[in-house]
């Protein structure tokens, strides 16, 4: 039966650039082309995303949650935009008289295991 803990220590050997999910880091990982896992990763849950040159400044950020229940664990994940693309996005659409309410939208599913 796979733990909580066995998981997170699963999802950190996968990360290659440990950070959180902040503006500057989201900087970090463009400027300096950082191809590979970044994010961070506790007993409550993980954010992890991985730059693209495909999606450039627009690639999602995925957050997970985890929930043992009855010896099963749930592993609620969502979706959004990183916080540079989405200032980046909002910056645009304003300049050019759209709304940003749009880009808030997630999607999320559950997996259990």
Not at 11 to 20: C, F, L, M, S, V
Not at 40 to 57: C, L, Q, R
Request: aromatic share 14%.
């Amino acid at each position: 039966m796979t733990t909580n803990s066995e998981i997170v220590k699963l999802i950190e050997r996968k990360i290659e650039y440990p950070r959180q999910d902040s503006i500057l880091n989201h900087v970090k990982t463009i400027f300096l082309f950082q191809r590979g896992l970044s994010g961070e990763v506790n007993s409550e849950g993980f954010k992890i995303w991985d730059y693209s040159h495909w999606t450039g400044i627009f690639y999602p950020v995925f957050h997970g949650k985890f929930n043992s229940d009855k010896g099963k664990i749930d592993i609620k994940i969502s979706t959004k935009l990183n916080s540079l693309g989405f200032l980046f996005a909002v910056l645009l659409l304003k300049h050019f008289g759209g709304r940003g309410a749009a880009l808030r939208r997630r999607s999320e599913c559950i997996w259990v295991i």
